[in-house]
């Protein structure tokens, strides 16, 4: 698949890099407002652009990469629905719900593959935890515990990571949406969302500093996820889902998978823990980034079998149904700890289901 670049910024550049190490992916084209960022990306393979538009139309570019600040991603979107192009966009979707359906929308009315960049879908904890709430090795799935942790302003390069304009929220839009969409990926969508949110360290108006989400499905099984910018030790995430016959936790960083089973409520725990030094060597020789390509990689190869009708998929890829329930639960969140009550979420209309081809 050739892929064009819009957006050539710090998480640009490691898409781009994801692509040049798969065997069956091209970067053919990238542009960034910033000339100099897309030249530096492009290098001598892929050609730079002098518009987005001359991009998106460019015959030799089947799909769009999107690592634009989000406010841009929904016109992008809907331009390469509207040109006959595949799109990747990167997570936030769009700050609002509404520009998060157009997009969905667009995408379906073309008949074109549109993926939300919830590349820690291919960690491998949490390809671990995933495979292992489905196999039902859990039992009966209770409840979900999830957190997501970043030390905010201190470590972001641009004032756009924290305005809810751009962004569409705070901490719970931002690192908070990854583990949000994981959740959702390990026990299904949720239909009742209870949030709370506070903002009295770094104090941003609208852009929160911790979200905290009750949210519960269609089986009742109930997920808690604290989102926030105010976690002093650094970038961290865990997911753990809980049943009946044991626990599996996937946690990153370092990466790790542990899961304990046990063959009746309170029986002999028989507990097995995944290190993965070989990722854990690799991050420390040649840094975080390392990670993070392999998921983009791998994401992308599925993304592209996929597009060209390939049944590759084994249900990690997400979907823009995917990037639009995780802003609209976001969104719950926000509007619940202001009413101080449950919101309830209508079901994802099946009409908007994506037929990649
Ligand atoms: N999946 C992940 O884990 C992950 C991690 C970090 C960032 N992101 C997301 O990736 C996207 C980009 O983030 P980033 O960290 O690379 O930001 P960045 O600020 O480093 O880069 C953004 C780039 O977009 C360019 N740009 C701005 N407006 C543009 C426009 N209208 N058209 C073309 N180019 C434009 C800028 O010049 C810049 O080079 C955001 O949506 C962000 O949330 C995802």
Not at 61 to 67: F, G, K, L
Not at 176 to 185: A, E, N, S
Not at 216 to 229: E, I, K, M, P, Q
Not at 285 to 312: C, H, N, P, V, Y
Request: net charge positive.
């Amino acid at each position: 698949m050739r892929f064009g670049l819009i957006g050539a910024g710090a998480f640009g550049a490691l898409r781009a890099a994801a692509v040049r190490k798969s065997t069956t992916n091209r970067l053919t084209a990238v542009f960034d407002q910033a000339q100099e960022a897309a030249r530096s990306v492009a290098g001598k393979d892929a050609k730079v652009f002098a518009s987005p538009q001359s991009l998106i139309e460019a015959d030799d570019v089947d799909a769009v990469i999107i690592s634009t600040p989000p406010q841009f991603h929904e016109p992008l979107a809907v331009a390469a629905a509207k040109n006959g192009k595949h799109a990747i966009v990167e997570k936030p979707m769009a700050p609002t719900v509404e520009a998060c359906r157009r997009m969905v929308q667009a995408a379906t009315e073309a008949k074109k593959l549109l993926t939300i960049g919830f590349n820690h879908r291919y960690f491998p904890a949490l390809k671990m935890l995933r495979d292992t709430v489905s196999s039902g090795e859990l039992g009966k799935l209770s409840h979900v515990r999830a957190f997501a942790g970043h030390n905010g302003l201190a470590n972001f390069r641009a004032p756009w990571f924290y305005d809810p304009e751009i962004q569409g929220g705070g901490a719970l839009t931002d690192n908070g949406i990854h583990v949000l969409d994981l959740c959702r990926y390990v026990m299904g969508d949720f239909r009742e969302i209870y949030g709370q949110t506070r903002n009295n360290v770094w104090e941003l108006g609208e852009a929160e500093d911790n979200a905290f989400g009750l949210f519960r499905n269609d089986d009742g099984v109930v997920c808690s996820l604290h989102a926030t910018w105010t976690e002093w030790k650094g970038y961290r995430f865990h997911v753990e889902a809980y049943g009946d016959r044991g626990m599996a936790r996937a946690y990153y960083a370092p990466m790790q998978f542990m899961k304990i089973i046990v063959g009746k409520p309170g029986g002999p725990p028989k507990r097995t823990t995944n290190y993965y030094p070989g990722a854990i060597i690799r991050e420390k020789l040649k840094g975080w980034q390392t990670t993070t390509i392999a998921a983009l990689q791998e994401e992308m190869d599925d993304f592209a079998a996929l597009a060209s009708g390939e049944t590759r998929d084994k249900g990690r890829l997400s979907t823009g149904q995917d990037g639009l329930r995780s802003m609209e639960v976001v969104k719950a969140t926000y509007a619940s700890g202001k009413a101080v009550q449950a919101i309830k979420l209508d079901p994802l209309p099946e009409l908007w289901e994506i037929t990649p081809r």
